[in-house]
Structure formats: C-alpha cells, structure tokens
C-alpha cells in the first residue's frame, strides 16, 4: 500500500513553557482529532468571548496526539476520534480518568472530487469498491493507527470489499489530508468522516457507510493528567448546550448530555 505524508494538517502552536504564570492561567491547550477543526475553532472563540481564556489547539491524528501527549507535551484536554487511543492514555495514566466522558459520534461516507462523474452508490453487502475506482486510488487514514481508517477498513471487511479494494488505497497520515486528496483529484475516491466532507467544497458524497457496518463512531474527551485547573471550565463548556449547537452545526452527534 502505498502511502501519502506530503499533506499534512499544521497544528496551531502551544503555549511555550517560558510564559509568564499569569498569562498561562489565560490559556488552555486541547489537542484533538483532526476531523474536529472548524467545530472547534468556532467553540474555542466563543469560550474565549464568555471567559476571556484563550484556547489553542492542535489537531491531528488521533494516535500522534495521545503519543506525544505520553511523551510530556503540554496539553491540558485530549479528544481523540475514536475510544482506542483514549484508552490507549488512560492505560498510560496521562489523562484524568474521572473527567472523561463519550462526547461525539459520526459516521463514514464515501467521497468523490466534486467533478466527478460518479453517480450514488448504494454501499450494502458485496460492494465493489475496487471496481469503481477503476484504475485510481482511494484515500483514507492510515488503516493501522488513524481512527477514520481503522473505521474504513472495519466496514470493507463487514462488507466484503477489503481485500480487492486495499491494493488502491492511499494512506494518509489524518483524515483531513486524505479529504485534500480527494478535493485536488490525487484520488478518485475517499472514506472520510461525514463532517469532513460537510465542509470542504472540493468533494461530494456518493455513499453512507451503514452504521452496523463498522464500530459506532465515538469521541471521548477528557483532562490530561497535567492539566490546569482550568481545564475543567473548558470540559464543562463542551457540555453547554452553546458548544452542542455548534457541533450539531457542523454534523457531529452530541452524545454528552448538556449541562448548562
């Protein structure tokens, strides 16, 4: 298989160790999965609108951001794309247990560039995904480690398309790369989240994964071990029905229950 690490997704820069005290009780540091940028980009400004505290993010693969966060660098909330690597920094005891809670879900589509003259496909049992894409690739996370992959390959297998289609795959190293793969045409077709293909113009939807074809699509969120204390007013805005809003906006399922 071959794989694609020339598009990557530049995360926003944290907060330098060398700030002073009273300035770093202003910020607060999230890493999260990439599929998650523009919902929270727009919770990030609304929280810094109502509390004054600046929140700077980091996106990313999911499986890269609870390693480095395991390797010490400073973040103070983690939401990963899937519950594997959440439990993956539970087991290495870099977040704090008691503050973790199933904060999204989402579902997989199959895309195409926008100018496609791929019709809708019905994607059931026996889906030929090798044949439609001819002689092109299909991009996707990197099936080994990034969550959007790991969820493809799941549903190709369910559905017995895997082992034609994986010799056309083209691995990205985050969700949003293989989306740019489609949106320039570098790829015929792409498995990405719901929410990404909503949001980038340069692709359309052909297909919906059925949802018992792949492990149901979940987000937990939770403090890092680290963390500040004001970590937990983030956490807890996240559970305001504003930053449900805005999930819902963007097409995530809000799992939490509102609080506020």
Do not use: C
């Not at 795959?169 to 989240?193: C, K, P, Q, T």
Request: glycine share 8%; proline share 5%; hydrophobic share 45%.
């Amino acid at each position: 298989m071959k794989r694609f690490a020339g598009i990557l997704l530049t995360g926003l820069a944290l907060a330098g160790a060398a700030m002073p005290a009273s300035a770093q009780d202003k910020t607060i540091t999230v890493f999260a999965a990439a599929s998650m940028k523009n919902a929270l980009d727009e919770i990030g400004a609304a929280y810094g609108a109502k509390t004054g505290v600046k929140v700077t993010v980091s996106y990313g693969p999911s499986s890269g951001l609870a390693r480095q966060i395991e390797q010490g660098a400073p973040a103070d909330v983690f939401i990963s794309a899937d519950t594997d690597w959440m439990d993956y920094a539970a087991s290495r005891k870099t977040i704090d247990e008691a503050s973790r809670i199933n904060l999204l879900g989402n579902s997989i589509v199959l895309i195409a560039p926008k100018d496609s003259k791929i019709g809708d496909v019905s994607i059931a049992a026996g889906f030929d995904l090798a044949r439609l894409a001819g002689d092109g690739r299909i991009a996707t996370g990197d099936v080994k480690s990034v969550p959007s992959g790991k969820y493809a390959k799941a549903a190709l297998k369910k559905l017995g398309s895997w082992r034609a289609a994986e010799p056309k795959f083209a691995m990205a190293d985050n969700v949003r790369a293989a989306l740019l793969l489609v949106a320039r045409s570098e790829a015929v077709l792409g498995i990405v989240y719901a929410t990404d293909a909503r949001v980038e113009p340069g692709v359309r939807i052909v297909g919906t994964f059925p949802a018992d074809s792949h492990p149901a699509i979940v987000y937990p969120v939770a403090a890092t071990a680290t963390a500040k204390p004001q970590a937990a007013n983030y956490l807890a805005f996240l559970r305001s029905t504003a930053a449900r809003n805005i999930f819902e906006k963007y097409g995530f399922k809000y799992l939490a229950t509102p609080t506020t």
